[in-house]
């Protein structure tokens, strides 16, 4: 068994608006006019050894009504053993996406498969306990209300309370990536100094979305193209920082927590 096993998807995307979830989380989604390639850690979203499940939508681009005819999605998953270095093993999983007609117009493709994963470590998974998030009322302004409570926590730098926030969140993150404390604790480093430096411009949007995770345990605010809903901007050097964030509903605690 390897010590430390890593999955990578690397897609291919052309002329659409997609989202790749495994396990049902969203692990990115992009309004693309023109072409990306590029490969994402995906261990983040793997819980347990055993069969793990991908699915794709593909949409047309916003503003469109049905997928160019140029529009292609296609991903393949790769094991790594990063145990010494980074060491491609052996490829789990491959999709390609069929080709569009020009003369039968097509609103959308969507596509679910299944890939083998074994897994060394334990994440927090606390929101396999929490509240079906549907069953919570006015889902939408208490997530915002949350929202503004990270902004108001980095903008009077009192980052030791957002650390606390977002605790379970980066011990998933680190376990799953295989950190140790030092290498975590320079990650939250990083994030403090860029905010230290010229991100401190607030945008979060008047009108965001709820997207669902983790089969309904899991919410998170986004903007209609699909990126976060919260960043901070460098208006100097014209860049963002995103925080993508998910909440789950604790039933201990009675409210929405980071995960």
Known sequence: MIEKPYYMLEFTAISCMFEIRINDTPVMTLNLKGQASTRIPVNH???SSGEQQVSIKVLPVLGQMALHQNTVFNYKIYLYDVTNGFEKKKMVLEYDSPRVSPSSPMPLLVSHNIFPATIPYTMKSYWEEGKELEDVDELHEKLRAKYKEIINAI????????????ANREHNIAVSMYLNTQESEARFK???RDFENGYDKVDFPEETIIIYGA???????KRKNGDPALSFVNEKEQEQQ???IEFYFDTKTNGLEII
């Open 45 to 47: 979203a793997i819980q």
């Open 190 to 192: 990083r994030l403090v």
């Open 215 to 221: 089969y309904g345990k899991k919410a998170s605010l």
């Open 155 to 166: 903008q009077s730098r009192n980052y030791k309370q957002y650390q606390q926030k977002i």
């Open 242 to 244: 995103m925080l993508d």
